[in-house]
C-alpha cells in the first residue's frame, strides 16, 4: 500500500514541476533580453487577473494547460501585464503595465498580443504580429488562432 502511494505521490509531483516550469514574466524589459536571445517573440498577455471573469477562463481554459505549455515554451516568450483590483503591484510595474496599455490601445481584457520588439537609441519599438483574446473551443482552437499569427 505503501508503494502506491509513494508512486501516486511521485506521480503527481512529476504534473506540479512540468507545469510550473512555464514562466510569465512580468517585467518587459527582462521579456525582451529574452526574447532576443531565444529569437522568439512575445506574449503580451493583458489581464485583470482577479476580477476580469473572461481573463480567469482563458487562464482555466487555455493557458494553464499542457497543450498551451508545450506550445509556448517552442514558439514565445511569455509576459503577463496584470491589472488586479486587490493583488498588490509595484509602483514600477504599475507604471509598465499602464504604458504598455496605452502604447497598445487596450481597450478591454483579456487581450493577448503577439510581438517582436527592438531598442534603437534607447527607445522600444514594437512590431505586432497579431491580437486575440478568449477564443472558445480550448487550447487547440485558441492555438490555431495563434499559429496563424506566427506562420505569417
Aim: aromatic share 10%; net charge positive.
Amino acid at each position: 500500500m505503501k508503494k502506491i502511494i509513494v508512486a501516486l505521490l511521485l506521480f503527481a509531483g512529476s504534473f506540479a514541476a512540468e507545469a510550473q516550469e512555464l514562466v510569465w514574466e512580468t517585467n518587459v524589459t527582462k521579456a525582451m533580453a529574452i526574447s532576443t536571445e531565444t529569437k522568439k517573440p512575445l506574449l503580451l498577455f493583458f489581464t485583470g487577473s482577479d476580477w476580469c471573469g473572461w481573463c480567469i477562463r482563458l487562464q482555466k481554459e487555455v493557458l494553464k494547460t499542457p497543450e498551451f505549455a508545450a506550445w509556448a515554451k517552442e514558439n514565445v516568450v511569455l509576459v503577463e501585464l496584470d491589472y488586479p483590483r486587490k493583488a498588490p503591484q509595484t509602483d514600477d510595474i504599475k507604471k509598465q503595465n499602464n504604458e504598455l496599455q496605452m502604447a497598445f490601445g487596450i481597450q478591454g481584457f483579456p487581450t493577448i498580443i503577439l510581438a517582436n520588439a527592438t531598442t534603437k537609441e534607447g527607445k522600444v519599438n514594437f512590431e505586432g504580429i497579431g491580437s486575440t483574446g478568449y477564443v472558445a473551443g480550448g487550447p487547440s482552437a485558441w492555438l490555431a488562432v495563434a499559429n496563424g499569427f506566427l506562420k505569417k
